[in-house]
């Protein structure tokens, strides 16, 4: 991997992966266009991590409510009937199914399912579904309850699949089950921790096998993830700004588009699709 990719594809995570447009897509899409070649699911996975720690600066007041609250609750039975309480448990509870999927399926996400007709697919399917949500749903909370978490930790799990949006997944389910547009941004944020986390670390050991073709080295592994966390954090803050005033319907037709493009370049073999 060269230096200008490592640079690109770290400031790419950073811009996509709070949108509702899958960051997984755009690190395949960009890598195969301008690269000539796919960074894998492990890159995407560690760079991942910088992004994540932005989601723990940026709420970190709240995080640690959550934590303490949830130690607290082991002894106490007051704590456990508060709201930092439950969400800790509701985090828990959504990032089961992403962690347990991934784990079970994790040849698949680093072969089949990085196929690039699935990714144009998902973007333009899952697009469509968020436009729906984003146009029905209720909007009527912003209060979370247990089946908000189970909704959207299921939906957060098809995120396995590039294209399909780990946010864009979490936000859909959000607004179907009535959730506000802020509410859900929030939670998705949070929710994300656990999983991705967990991810990042588990690929650290493939991105330094340096036998893996275009494998980065270790410097630019950490130049990437360094950039992805400070893009990531102003994209936080611009997002939760920016869905308290507005639709989805931006993110909507970004994703058909590129979905569409993508299916044309694959169609006219422009690109290959693995």
Do not use: C
Not at 219 to 239: E, H, K, S
């Amino acid at each position: 991997m060269s230096w200008l990719q490592a640079l690109v594809l770290g400031l790419v995570q950073g811009l996509t992966e709070f949108l509702p447009i899958s960051s997984s897509a755009h690190l395949r899409i960009v890598s195969t266009l301008f690269f000539g070649n796919d960074a894998g699911a492990s890159f995407t996975a560690v760079t991942q991590l910088g992004t994540e720690v932005a989601v723990l600066i940026y709420f970190a007041k709240d995080i640690g409510n959550f934590v303490s609250a949830w130690f607290k609750g082991l002894f106490s039975k007051a704590a456990r009937k508060t709201d930092d309480y439950r969400m800790a448990w509701y985090v828990i509870i959504g990032s089961a199914p992403i962690a347990i999927l991934g784990y079970v399926f994790k040849d698949q996400i680093r072969s089949e399912l990085r196929n690039l007709w699935i990714t144009a697919t998902v973007l333009v399917v899952f697009g469509i579904v968020l436009g729906v949500a984003d146009h029905f749903g209720k909007q009527a909370r912003d209060k979370l309850f247990l089946k908000d978490a189970v909704g959207m930790g299921l939906a957060q799990a098809m995120a396995l699949i590039p294209g399909v949006s780990r946010s864009g997944g979490t936000l859909t389910a959000g607004l179907f089950l009535g959730l506000d547009r802020a509410a859900a941004a929030r939670y998705s944020f949070l929710l994300a921790l656990p999983s991705v986390f967990g991810a990042g670390l588990f690929s650290i050991p493939d991105v330094l096998d340096r036998s893996e073709p275009n494998a980065a080295s270790v410097p630019q592994m950490i130049v990437a993830t360094a950039v992805a966390f400070v893009v990531g954090y102003a994209t936080i803050a611009w997002l939760l700004r920016y869905v308290s005033k507005h639709s989805y319907s931006a993110f909507v037709w970004y994703r058909i588009s590129v979905g569409i493009v993508l299916m044309g370049l694959l169609s006219m073999d422009l690109v290959k699709p693995t």
